[in-house]
């Protein structure tokens, strides 16, 4: 087998290709999603306004590794990348996504090269693993270096063009308008009311729930709006809206604002279910319902303020974040640095990680749920009087003081431990206090 690319010009190249670049391409492939998390590192620390946060860092890995793999197989193949570099859809998704909200192309542009210039590093790494002695090693390095610049100059003008060719649709398209209109109510500018309503075709008169549903990962294959739309509907549904308004946030998330001409009772808000196997994988925060322009976006601030609360608490895939249910948590937690510093103070060695403290931070937390009843302490807990007493009595020593004295501050301590977990060196959740502090026998 001969590679079919002119930059393979002598038998040297030919047998290096052979030797060294094939078996390094295979390596590439193998190590795409180690590798592509590392170049997303890479390209984070010096694109930090484009990569803002968790979706973004998560679409860009997603492009980065399928555009690793591509190249891969072609290098395997001995192919042109001229003809032979297709853009997988994680990169067009992508490209698109980046035209759809006003990203600079320049910018996007400097993320292909930065991710370009890390991937290089690694991949020189595996070429060197693969060659036996220092003239292969330059003659596939030289060679190698060349394939992979060529394959990420015809891989750009895919991209260029992916990107211009959405941008001048979205711009003629009835989306860029509702996006343009969303966009001046949520920056709280003044708009008419019909205006709006005209341009969004829905009643921005009634009372809305504003409601974000989103993945915390980027599967290639998946249709992730229409999963994401599968959940909004179901939420619809239940609250009796059969068509919310749907505004997209990116290709991991969208949001949606469900109106009523009535008020929403409470209860069906707390009850809130969508079925997973049709939305495996989202989650799901809503807002207070509230009525106008004024609700259309207070509603929605709510909404994401839920979502970054079910995001510190790692609530799981299925879930329902109501804002109302965790309001304290919300404000206690817009500091995130200080929250943690007022857990670790308040709850001192009560907030250590072991099975025997987190049982007692559980078991405090009842307590004071229950109006310092040991009685009812004790019949929530499943377990005898004494054991409760006894308990509170191992708090009260870790705290260094009764539990009577700065109860509110307690209170809001122990509410707040699952929610500021923090991350070790190893990567692993490290509770402030004590996990989620669910009663324990």
Known sequence: MEPAWAGVKDDAQQR?????????????????????????????????????????????????EASIRDFGQVLSAGADPAQATQLQAP????????????????????SYRLAHAATSTHFNAIVERHASNAE???LASELGGAWMFAYVDAALCLVEAAYTAERDRWLRSAAASQAETIGTILAGEPIDTDVATRRLRHDVRRVHVAAIAWLESHEEGRNTQAILESAIRDIA????NQKPLVHPLGILSTAAWISSHSHIPSKVLDELRFRTANAPGVRVAIGEPAPGIAGFRS?????????????LADRPAGSVTRYDNVVLRAIAT?????????????????????????????????????????????KRLHVHDNTVAYRIRQAEELLGRSLERRTLELRVALALADVVAETSASGTTVPAQADSLRPAN
Do not use: K
């Not at 060294?20 to 890479?42: K, M």
């Open 16 to 64: 290096v290709w052979r030797a060294v670049l094939r078996p390094a391409a295979a390596e590439l492939i193998d190590r795409a999603g180690e590798i592509s998390a590392a170049v997303n590192d890479y390209t984070q620390a010096r694109l930090a306004d484009l990569l803002v946060n968790e979706q973004a860092l998560e679409v860009n890995r997603a492009s980065t």
């Open 91 to 110: 990169t067009l998704d992508y490209a698109r996504d980046g035209a759809q909200h006003g990203i600079p192309l320049t910018t996007l542009m400097r």
């Open 136 to 138: 292969e090693l330059r």
């Open 237 to 240: 549904s239940a609250i009796g």
């Open 299 to 311: 509603s929605y601030v709510e909404a994401v303020e839920a979502q970054r609360v079910a995001r």
């Open 334 to 378: 817009a500091n995130l640095d200080q929250a943690r510093q007022f857990v670790r103070r308040e709850l001192g060695p009560l907030g250590a990680a072991d099975e025997t403290t987190r049982r007692l931070a559980a078991t405090v937390r009842a307590y004071l749920d229950e109006n310092c009843s040991r009685g009812r302490t004790a």
